[in-house]
């Protein structure tokens, strides 16, 4: 089975940047729509971007609408979260994960996406 591996997360003050990526150890994403999520420990796990493969359809939370941006280069068989004007409150574990289903607004759903990386910890010092 597909394995997706998260990496780009740290440390970094408030208002810093960060770019978070994910790739996949079949290496494609074709046909399928990656999202991003994060957790913080005691809550549940928040939607915040998802793109379908070709690029075409992308949606983000209204938490991160205007900071961040999650896009894909499919020849690098990666997808990217860039973080802007980072806050204390974006400090999270964010996943990604791929699902296969049709776009839909289910995407911004965790029961949509069947396959879920690790998780990378961002930590944004105030």
């Known amino acids: 089975q597909v394995q997706l591996v998260e990496s780009g997360g740290g440390l970094v003050q408030a208002v810093g940047s960060l770019r978070l990526s994910c790739t996949a150890s079949d290496r494609t994403f074709d046909y399928g729509t990656v999202g991003w999520f994060r957790q913080a420990p005691g809550k549940e796990r928040e939607f915040i971007a998802a793109?379908?493969?070709?690029?075409?359809?992308?949606t983000h939370s209204d938490s991160v609408q205007g900071r961040f941006t999650i896009s894909i280069d499919n020849a690098k068989n990666m997808v990217y979260l860039q973080m802007n004007s980072l806050t204390p409150e974006d400090t999270d574990v964010y996943y990604c994960a791929l699902g296969r289903g049709r776009w839909t607004t289910a995407v911004t759903t965790t029961s949509y996406y069947n396959v879920w990386g690790q998780g990378t910890q961002v930590t944004v010092s105030s």
């Open positions: 793109i379908i493969w070709s690029g075409g359809f992308k």
